[in-house]
């Protein structure tokens, strides 16, 4: 037992040695995107990890649990104020600085930890049981600066609640953002 405590000691510390000296560290930004408009903030927390603050209007999915009605065999929509915050850790950082690649405006594959805020609907063809929710969950996702372009895809399962307790779950949340890198 004691053999196996300094082993995994002696490799938890080699780890956080190399992290301390890891030549790609990520950077501010922010961001105006097109697609579901809005302003994002990335901030750096780490040499590989950010928080991201978004806000703006997007299109949401019905999701069963917190939704209800509409009109049968055709596309739910709903339009609604949203606020996004993400804790991303970019595990392709150093990869990409070392193969010569960019990393400007944090371009690398992360995963993520998401809680995602939605207001009252603008414009919906269903109903929801309150007019505020929240969804909570893990994703994967890329993102790309090619000169002030900015691409961002993600996705992960999403469990959501309302203010009166109703849940349900999402499989497949899917984010697509194109917009612009105002400030890095």
């Known amino acids: 037992m004691h053999r196996l405590t300094v082993l995994l000691l002696l490799l938890w510390s080699s780890a956080a040695i190399a992290q301390d000296q890891l030549p790609a560290m990520t950077e501010k930004a922010w961001r105006v995107n097109f697609i579901n408009p809005g302003v994002e903030l990335e901030i750096p927390t780490g040499q590989r990890s950010t928080l991201s603050y978004g806000v703006g209007v997007g299109y949401i ?87 002030k372009v900015h691409v961002l895809f993600d996705v992960g399962p999403q469990f959501v609640i309302d203010t009166e307790g109703n849940s349900g779950w999402f499989p497949l949340m899917l984010q697509l953002n194109i917009g612009l890198n105002l400030r890095q």
Do not use: C
């Open 61 to 147: 999915p019905a999701i069963k649990g917190v939704t209800y009605g509409g009109p049968y065999g055709e596309l739910l929509y709903d339009i609604a104020p949203f606020f996004d915050t993400q804790y991303k850790f970019f595990y392709s950082l150093n990869r990409r600085y070392t193969n010569g690649k960019s990393i400007r405006g944090n371009s690398a594959n992360y995963i993520s930890g998401r809680l995602l805020m939605v207001g009252n609907s603008l414009e919906s063809n269903f109903y929801r049981y309150t007019n505020l929710y929240f969804g909570l969950g893990p994703t994967w996702g890329i993102q790309r600066s090619i000169g």
